[in-house]
C-alpha cells in the first residue's frame, strides 16, 4: 500500500496532533531515515514515527509503502 494515497487520513491525523504539512514527512525507511538523523530506531518495519526537534517541535514520518504483512499484522490488533 502507498501511504502518500491515504493523504486525507494523515491530514486529519496531522490535525490532532497539530501538525502542518511540512511536518509529514514520508520515507522510503523509517530507520535509515532516523540513522542519517543521529536518532535511535531499532525497528525495520515500523510505519510511523513521531520524532522531537531541537526547536521543541515534531515531526510525524510516515512510511511510503507498506507491505501487506504490516497492514495484516496491524488489522488483527497486535
Known amino acids: 500500500?502507498?501511504?502518500?494515497?491515504?493523504?486525507?487520513l494523515f491530514r486529519y491525523l496531522m490535525e490532532q496532533r497539530c501538525l502542518t504539512q511540512d511536518e509529514v514527512v514520508f520515507v522510503p525507511d523509517i530507520r535509515e531515515?532516523?540513522?542519517?538523523?543521529?536518532i535511535p530506531e531499532s525497528d525495520?518495519?515500523?510505519?510511523?514515527?513521531?520524532?522531537?526537534?531541537?526547536?521543541?517541535g515534531c515531526r510525524m514520518l510516515v512510511r511510503e509503502d507498506l507491505p501487506d504483512e504490516i497492514i495484516e499484522r496491524s488489522g488483527s490488533g497486535r
Open 1 to 8: 500500500m502507498n501511504t502518500r494515497n491515504h493523504f486525507e
Open 44 to 56: 525495520p518495519a515500523r510505519p510511523v514515527k513521531l520524532v522531537s526537534g531541537d526547536g521543541g
Open 33 to 38: 531515515w532516523c540513522r542519517e538523523q543521529d
